[in-house]
């Protein structure tokens, strides 16, 4: 069986559920690792038994010649590593969001269509057990015509600083980071409508908080003292089809419940996706609660990644048809900027 040659680019903390997910696949070799860290990158090759060890991706490429790429570095780096990889004549795996901007996006879009290699996007959302139940109940009908969602993902005190809080490296902060899952999660189970307009707002008065005591919280793999990104930021979006959405996130907000959650509105029923799934309508004229009986994932997030992953390599050998494609990530990118540019204009940003 011929094996797919696989090389990851960036070994920070998101690389390790890349690496865990492709070394289950039979038909998979990861055969290079690359970053500019030199001691995390040996480390990662060493423990893992990679043969090629890089701090250059563009030498990488030329000298590994991989089938495909996993491109899991700071989001200022996407772009041009990812149309690297394609150009090199690999299909790539890129971690959301898809770019910093929607520029890149675009750029990245356009590489992947001149060189006919694959580009999917790492919206690993859309590979939950939950959207899984969702989305089958939504295409049977039974929350009928869906034209409304509300979703966010709000942190007390969960800014990763490092890279995240540099919008040099990042782009932005919860919004580019918690804000990209939570928006495409919805506009992937209302049908991806297309948009008409956006208008948000984002607030800087807290900052990262790295002065509050026993607590544990998710931290980058790298080091930083920057923190210029949002605190939070939360947004309405309207659709052309008359869809609506709102979303709001924190890095850090004085709330004493934190949450993570997505609900989904149709005509004849509602549906809570996150944080737990329960279908919302009535029966014989009683408001009747449904939930969905199914064996939970022990760690969950792995499992998603280890589906994404899988589904990646599935379209690399043309067995499935991507269902995260980069024109979803363009999309999302031009959501964001709109946002961004929103809450610094003050206005509504219309698409055209």
């Not at 356009?110 to 996007?121: E, F, I, P, Q």
Request: aromatic letters at 8%.
């Amino acid at each position: 069986m011929k094996k797919i040659r696989v090389a990851i680019v960036g070994t920070g903390n998101i690389s390790n559920y890349h690496l865990k997910s492709y070394k289950k696949l039979e038909n998979v070799e990861v055969v290079a690792a690359c970053d500019i860290n030199h001691e995390r990158l040996d480390k990662f090759c060493k423990a893992n038994g990679i043969p090629g060890v890089y701090e250059n991706h563009v030498k990488m490429l030329e000298e590994v010649r991989p089938d495909a790429v996993s491109v899991c570095t700071w989001n200022n780096s996407h772009a041009g590593i990812t149309i690297d990889a394609l150009n090199a004549g690999a299909d790539v795996l890129c971690e959301k969001p898809l770019a910093m901007n929607s520029i890149e996006a675009i750029e990245m879009q356009d590489a992947a269509k001149k060189s006919g290699r694959l580009l999917m996007v790492g919206f690993v959302r859309r590979f939950a057990q939950g959207t899984k139940i969702a989305k089958d109940f939504i295409d049977a009908g039974k929350l009928g015509e869906v034209y409304y969602a509300k979703t966010g993902c709000i942190r007390r005190c969960g800014n990763p600083s490092g890279w995240f809080s540099d919008k040099s490296k990042s782009g932005g902060g919860p919004l580019i980071d918690l804000g990209v899952h939570m928006i495409d999660l919805c506009r992937y189970l209302m049908g991806k409508p297309e948009t008409a307009g956006v208008y948000g707002v984002t607030f800087n008065k807290i900052g990262p908080r790295n002065d509050v005591k026993m607590l544990s919280r998710y931290r980058a793999a790298d080091s930083g003292i920057i923190c210029d990104v949002e605190d939070s930021a939360s947004a309405l979006i309207k659709f052309k089809n008359g869809n609506a959405m709102t979303v709001e996130v924190s890095f850090t907000l004085h709330t004493s419940s934190e949450k993570i959650y997505c609900e989904i509105f149709g005509d004849k029923a509602g549906m809570e996706v996150a944080p737990d799934i329960k279908i919302s309508g009535s029966e014989e004229g009683y408001n009747i609660d449904m939930t969905p009986v199914f064996t939970k994932e022990a760690n969950e997030f792995e499992e998603m990644f280890g589906r994404e992953v899988r589904h990646f390599i599935d379209c690399v050998c043309k067995t499935e048809e991507c269902i995260s494609p980069v024109e979803d990530g363009v999309e999302l990118m031009k959501i964001l900027d709109a946002i961004y540019e929103s809450a610094l204009t003050g206005k509504e940003i219309r698409f055209q």
